[in-house]
């Protein structure tokens, strides 16, 4: 779980920084027709990949059951940076919603009924 949280951060921060507007220029790049994001998303990846395991031997520690065999330590090395490499991907295949869906969240609210229950409304006026 750490280094999917670890990749999907590594990945959205691009993701969330401001960028410059295709449109503004008139004419295509003497190299091709467009930008392609794929190079960068991957390279992002690959980081996010081999950063955590490190992030989670930060976080969980290095004190391993003395149980576990090698194969099993290898494998929490493994799993960690496989978990980072999906995680940073993952903003790129389940794209954030934009701004207005955060308002949408607003309009929700929790209230008490009285009966010591709890009723989830949706407000329409902000």
Same mark, same amino acid.
């Given at each position: 779980?750490?280094? %999917?949280?670890?990749?999907?951060? +590594?990945?959205?921060?691009w993701l ?10 008139g /004419? ?10 794929? *190079?960068?998303? %991957?390279?992002?990846? %690959? &980081? ?6 490190? +992030?989670?031997?930060?976080? +969980? !520690?290095?004190?391993?059951? +003395? !149980?576990?065999?090698?194969? /099993? =330590?290898?494998?929490?090395?493994? $799993?960690? !940076? &496989?978990?980072?490499?999906?995680g ?6 389940? *794209? *954030? ?9 607003? =309009? %929700?609210?929790?209230? $008490? ?7 989830i409304?949706?407000? =329409?006026?902000?």
């Amino acid at each position: 779980m750490i280094g %999917l949280v670890w990749g999907a951060t +590594v990945g959205g921060a691009w993701l969330a920084l401001p960028k410059c507007s295709p449109e503004w220029v008139g /004419e295509t790049p003497r190299e091709g027709g467009g930008r392609a994001s794929w *190079p960068l998303a %991957l390279s992002l990846a %690959l &980081l996010a990949g081999a950063t955590a395991p490190v +992030v989670n031997a930060i976080a +969980v !520690g290095s004190a391993q059951p +003395v !149980g576990w065999t090698t194969l /099993e =330590r290898e494998m929490h090395l493994v $799993t960690a !940076g &496989l978990a980072g490499l999906g995680g940073a991907l993952l903003p790129y295949l389940i *794209p *954030p919603r934009s701004w207005a869906a955060a308002r949408e969240l607003d =309009r %929700l609210r929790f209230e $008490t009924d009285g009966r010591s229950g709890v009723v989830i409304r949706y407000s =329409r006026a902000f």
